[in-house]
């Protein structure tokens, strides 16, 4: 009817898998049946606009390094997209767990170890991330071994022509976390609170 926009669905911390329960029963939450999601470790990706945008969806629930089959999956499937002939202009990723948090979480070395390369080598251009309850945009940034390891900078630098921005943080619906929790690293460009309407 013209007023659809295309959903791509995320495993967080709050699904459950409730494999046992079917949909209308009132504790059903289970991704990857509502929403008819083809693997049901919720990673998958999408092309739109034939190679104009491929998006990623990554399962941060799963751990980045020790899950090899989601591993595999994405380093195989970034290195068919990357050729000359099917190589995406735009290539995005979401997932909920933010690799490197701007407010109270730690930093998820595994997906900072097993996912950023990927996104560094592949020309990821964005990544969506959640689960903070801040927003934040970054510069574009890419890993950088000769960066000294510290609060501000975590190993990234500002990569103007093959760097990822990290986006979002945010929430829908949940209360936002307080200024004090916000944590600014060098490379970001902007940090707010979220509001629930």
């Known amino acids: ?12 911390n709050h699904e459950d898998d409730l494999s046992n329960l079917t949909f209308g029963d009132p504790n059903f939450r289970d991704v990857y049946k509502l929403f008819n999601i083809p693997v049901k470790d919720v990673y998958y990706a999408l ?3 034939g190679n104009l945008l491929r998006m990623y969806t990554l399962n941060s629930e799963l751990h980045a390094c020790w899950d090899t089959e989601q591993l595999d999956w994405l380093t195989e499937d970034m290195m068919n ?3 000359e002939s099917n190589s995406p202009y735009w290539k995005m990723v979401n997932y909920h767990q933010p690799m490197v948090p701007n407010s109270h979480y730690d930093r998820r070395t ?9 996104f560094d080598k592949y020309h990821v251009r964005v990544a969506m991330e959640s689960h903070s309850h801040t927003m934040k945009t970054t510069y574009p940034i890419s890993l950088d071994s000769t960066v000294p390891y510290d609060f501000e900078n975590v190993g990234f630098t500002r990569d103007d022509v093959c760097g990822t921005v990290y986006i979002g943080e945010g929430n829908w619906g949940a209360p936002p976390r307080g200024e004090m929790e916000h944590r600014p690293r060098a490379w970001t460009r902007q940090l707010a609170e979220t509001r629930s309407y």
């Open 1 to 12: 009817d013209g007023r659809l926009f295309p959903l791509m669905i995320a495993t967080g």
């Open 110 to 118: 595994d997906m900072y170890n097993c996912w950023a390369p990927l």
């Open 81 to 83: 997209y990357s050729s």
């Open 47 to 49: 092309n739109f606009g």
